[in-house]
């Protein structure tokens, strides 16, 4: 019994060994990848939705027709912003179909250090994915280098398009302007972004992510331009999410166990 109880301890052992070696899952990196993306973008429509008049359509993410409608109640506690772009799907000018309702909600002057705005959604949907769940910014106003930077909270819940897996996706982020702060061209706009979070993807696997080196997003181009989230599936191989170094591509790759893949985010 004692060399048969160890004969199935080390085959077991080699089992998990071998199992662990070939972990070359891409599927977390991914998910938290396009999570990161959905909500980011989600801040910058709202933020767009700011300063475009009640009755407007957006700037940034219009079609050659109106894609949304902002309306503001600047009259109700906490004052709200709604982008409403249909029940049905609209093509964007980032080349993305949206439907349903962003909701802002906020008190003070949008843009005033100390304020906080929260974003909800109603049926909101991006490509089908159905976007739920919260997002809290608080503008902390300058740090040490005279930036302009925000906190960020999000509580978020993905129910995937094709496959209707969910991914919960939870993050801490420091959201800080680099560039185009004190212009009125939004384009100019550059943010990067650190902080870490949390995931766990439909199968009920948990992940951590971390970002190791500041994340680089620019208004001119709808895709994160540089770099890296380490991510840690609970029982899984550390993967290294990696942005590039500073184009304006939908390419990303991922390092598991020295081994790196390409994705297209």
């Known amino acids: 019994m004692v060399a048969f109880l160890a004969v199935a301890f080390l085959f077991t052992a080699c089992k998990r060994n071998k199992n662990n070696s070939d972990d070359n899952d891409t599927s977390y990196a991914k998910d938290n990848a396009s999570s990161e993306l959905i909500y980011n973008e989600v801040l910058n429509i709202a933020d767009d939705a700011s300063t475009t008049p009640h009755g407007g359509s957006l700037s940034n993410y219009k079609m050659r027709s109106a894609c949304a409608t902002v309306t503001h109640d600047t009259l109700s506690t906490p004052k ?157 191989l550390l993967r290294v999410l990696n942005y590039g170094a500073g184009t304006c591509d939908d390419q990303a790759t991922i390092t598991i166990n020295g081994t790196t893949y390409t994705i297209t985010l």
């Open 80 to 236: 709200t912003i709604t982008i409403d772009f249909g029940p049905t799907n609209c093509l964007c000018g980032d080349g993305k179909y949206r439907r349903g309702k962003i909701l802002v909600s906020y008190t003070g002057a949008y843009k005033d250090s100390g304020h906080v705005h929260t974003i909800t959604f109603d049926q909101y949907h991006v490509n089908n994915n159905h976007v739920m769940g919260s997002k809290t910014v608080t503008n902390m106003g300058h740090n040490a280098s005279n930036q302009m930077y925000f906190t960020i909270a999000v509580n978020g819940l993905i129910i995937k398009a094709n496959t209707n897996d969910s991914v919960i996706w939870n993050a801490n982020r420091v959201r800080t302007f680099i560039a185009g702060e004190t212009t009125q061209t939004k384009t100019d706009d550059v943010y990067a972004i650190s902080g870490n979070g949390s995931g766990q993807r439909a199968n009920g696997t948990q992940y951590t992510m971390t970002i190791t080196q500041p994340l680089v997003r620019a208004l001119s181009c709808q895709w994160i331009q540089e770099g890296e989230v380490e991510i840690q599936p609970v029982g899984g």
